[in-house]
């Protein structure tokens, strides 16, 4: 009897002080809002080294910083397999239920699904952080497409290429032949040709195929190419280890710095990395995470826009080993080019202007200008 007598006392007293605790029983204040900006990153996978390793990083970053903005990746499609079912699930999955304030995905081979996604739920925001082409409807009024001044990109590559050469001969390893892939070169070919400088082109219809590529690239080598520019993901590395074999060869990479990406762990291949072609999905993604967070994300819905030189979408990875190795007077040169390209006072030629028709007449002409192979 005592012993329940106790339990009941202190049971009393811990609810009189819950009861002191709020007030006198008042409902306690409501705890503030830590719920902040939530965003989803669907990525096919990660580990390409290329600009899908960027735009990881990049949201990555977001999410460590103090921003009050929170990032997650998902890697849907490790296999490259393109199945709808399995992008739709995805999709499903990240928007049914309204939690993220912003859902975001792209590329060509998978942007159809995006679009799918976008007709399903008409409440959720989407960015497509790389678009080759849009609906025929146009761009859904709930989504951001953004892409890449590629063809400026290939100018100015070309312009550095041409000025670097002491063979007077340069190249390129593209991954396959398509127009969104040869929009990277529309403009190389164009200044190329324009400057008189011959190229080497090699489409060995592969991203991953590395053996592949170092062999593409031996080859163009002993066809006097001394600047060699790979557009080609993985199998890019090939091309990065047969440059690397050859002093007299520079190699530029592509989508993110490579020099920094293999500095610390292969420095022979850094070591032939002149530069870097940068497709800057990171800038433009940190932009679109501060449009949502500030509100003014809305602005953007329902267009398409490419990020040029001028917004920084694109550009050359000026680090210390390009000051170190590119000589003044060439990285003044190249500096011009980009201020021309930017304001326009130079025109350069995109393939993806071109109707299909136009394409299959014009790109033959444009790519075999002053073309060695």
Same mark, same amino acid.
Request: charged share 20%; hydrophobic share 40%; with cysteine.
């Given at each position: 009897? &005592? ?6 006392? #202190? ?22 809002? &830590? ?49 709808? #079912? ?45 678009? #080759? ?110 440059? #690397? ?129």
């Amino acid at each position: 009897m &005592k012993k329940l007598l106790t339990i009941l006392l #202190s049971l009393l007293m811990v609810l009189g002080l819950a009861a002191c605790g709020n007030g006198g029983g008042n409902e306690p204040e409501p705890t503030e809002d &830590k719920t902040g900006i939530n965003i989803a990153v669907l990525l096919p996978f990660t580990g390409d080294q290329s600009y899908f390793d960027t735009l990881a990083q990049a949201a990555r970053e977001v999410d460590a910083d103090d921003n009050g903005i929170s990032v997650e990746i998902f890697e849907c499609d490790p296999s490259g397999a393109a199945e709808e #079912s399995n992008w739709m699930g995805w999709f499903d999955n990240v928007c049914e239920d309204g939690q993220y304030d912003l859902v975001v995905s792209g590329n060509n081979t998978y942007e159809g699904f995006l679009y799918k996604a976008c007709e399903k739920y008409p409440d959720q925001l989407f960015y497509n952080f790389d678009y #080759s082409a849009t609906p025929e409807t146009g761009v859904p009024a709930n989504c951001y497409c953004v892409n890449w001044a590629l063809d400026d990109l290939g100018y100015v590559v070309g312009a550095l290429s041409a000025a670097m050469t002491k063979t007077g001969t340069v190249g390129v390893v593209v991954g396959m032949d398509f127009a969104a892939m040869n929009q990277f070169i529309s403009g190389y070919c164009q200044v190329l040709t324009e400057k008189g400088v011959k190229y080497a082109i090699s489409y060995p219809n592969s991203f991953t195929d590395t053996a592949l590529g170092k062999e593409t690239t031996e080859a163009m080598i002993q066809k006097g190419a001394d600047v060699i520019w790979q557009v080609a993901g993985g199998l890019g590395n090939g091309v990065i280890d047969a440059c #690397s074999e050859h002093d007299d060869v520079w190699c530029i990479g592509v989508d993110q710095d490579q020099y920094l990406q293999f500095k610390d762990t292969n420095e022979a291949w850094a070591n032939t990395i002149l530069t870097s072609a940068l497709k800057n999905t990171n800038v433009a993604f940190k932009a679109v995470c501060d449009m949502v967070k500030n509100g003014t994300y809305s602005e953007k819905l329902g267009k398409a826009e490419a990020w040029g030189i001028a917004l920084n979408g694109v550009g050359l990875a000026e680090n210390d080993f390009y000051l170190a190795n590119c000589p003044e007077e060439i990285r003044n040169e190249v500096a011009a080019t980009l201020a021309k390209v930017a304001s326009g006072e130079v025109e350069v030629i995109d393939c993806l202007d071109w109707t299909a028709e136009e394409y299959e007449v014009n790109w033959p002409a444009l790519r075999d200008g002053n073309r060695i192979d």
